[in-house]
C-alpha cells in the first residue's frame, strides 16, 4: 500500500468539519464548574475571614454591612459559571454519542479519535455535576451561617 493510500484512509476517518469538536470548549467542559468552586472559595473565604477578623481581634459584626449579599453574589456568579460548564459539557456529549437508528456517513465521526471526544464529554459532565452540588452546598453556608458568629 503506498503513502497515498493511508492518507486517504485517514482522511475517511476523520470527523467532519461541521461536527469537529473545539478544544475551548472541551477544556471549558471539563475544567469551567471546578474551576468555579475554586474561585468561589478563593474569594469568599478571605472577605469574610477579613470582614469578621481584621486586626487579630474578632468582631461581634462584620466590617460591611452588605457581606451576606457580596458573598452571594460570588455564589451565583460561580454557579452561573458552573451551569455554563455542565450545560457545554452536557451538549458535548449529545453531540458526540451516537443517535440509534441513525445510520450513515456521520454516524461514526466522533469514534475516529477512539472514543476520546464521548469520554471526556462524558467526564465534564459528571465533574460539572459534583462541582454545581458543591457550589450549591458551599453557597448555602452564606445562608445558613451567620456573619462573624461563634462556633461554639
Same mark, same amino acid.
Given at each position: 500500500?503506498?503513502?497515498?493510500?493511508?492518507?486517504?484512509?485517514?482522511?475517511?476517518?476523520? $470527523? /467532519? /468539519?461541521?461536527?469537529?469538536?473545539?478544544?475551548?470548549?472541551?477544556?471549558?467542559?471539563?475544567?469551567?464548574?471546578?474551576?468555579?468552586? !475554586? *474561585?468561589?472559595?478563593?474569594?469568599?473565604? /478571605?472577605? $469574610?475571614?477579613?470582614?469578621? &477578623?481584621?486586626?487579630?481581634?474578632?468582631?461581634?459584626?462584620?466590617?460591611?454591612?452588605?457581606?451576606?449579599?457580596?458573598?452571594?453574589?460570588?455564589?451565583?456568579?460561580?454557579?452561573? *459559571?458552573?451551569?455554563?460548564?455542565? &450545560?457545554?459539557?452536557?451538549?458535548?456529549?449529545?453531540?458526540?454519542?451516537?443517535? /440509534?437508528? !441513525?445510520?450513515? $456517513?456521520?454516524?461514526?465521526?466522533?469514534?475516529?479519535?477512539?472514543?476520546?471526544?464521548?469520554?471526556?464529554?462524558?467526564? *465534564?459532565?459528571?465533574?460539572?455535576? !459534583?462541582?454545581?452540588? $458543591?457550589?450549591?452546598?458551599? *453557597?448555602?453556608? !452564606?445562608?445558613?451561617?451567620?456573619?462573624?458568629?461563634?462556633?461554639?
Amino acid at each position: 500500500m503506498s503513502s497515498t493510500g493511508k492518507q486517504d484512509i485517514a482522511k475517511e476517518h476523520r $470527523a /467532519p /468539519p461541521d461536527r469537529s469538536v473545539s478544544t475551548y470548549r472541551t477544556l471549558l467542559a471539563l475544567f469551567g464548574a471546578p474551576t468555579s468552586w !475554586v *474561585g468561589q472559595m478563593s474569594l469568599s473565604e /478571605p472577605l $469574610a475571614a477579613y470582614a469578621c &477578623y481584621p486586626y487579630q481581634v474578632p468582631l461581634p459584626a462584620p466590617l460591611w454591612a452588605d457581606l451576606s449579599v457580596i458573598l452571594a453574589m460570588i455564589s451565583l456568579i460561580c454557579l452561573a *459559571g458552573g451551569l455554563l460548564s455542565g &450545560y457545554v459539557a452536557w451538549n458535548l456529549w449529545r453531540q458526540a454519542s451516537p443517535l /440509534p437508528g !441513525v445510520t450513515g $456517513a456521520g454516524e461514526h465521526a466522533f469514534e475516529a479519535d477512539g472514543g476520546q471526544t464521548r469520554f471526556l464529554a462524558r467526564l *465534564g459532565t459528571m465533574s460539572s455535576f !459534583v462541582f454545581i452540588v $458543591a457550589i450549591l452546598f458551599t *453557597g448555602c453556608a !452564606v445562608l445558613l451561617v451567620p456573619p462573624c458568629s461563634a462556633w461554639i
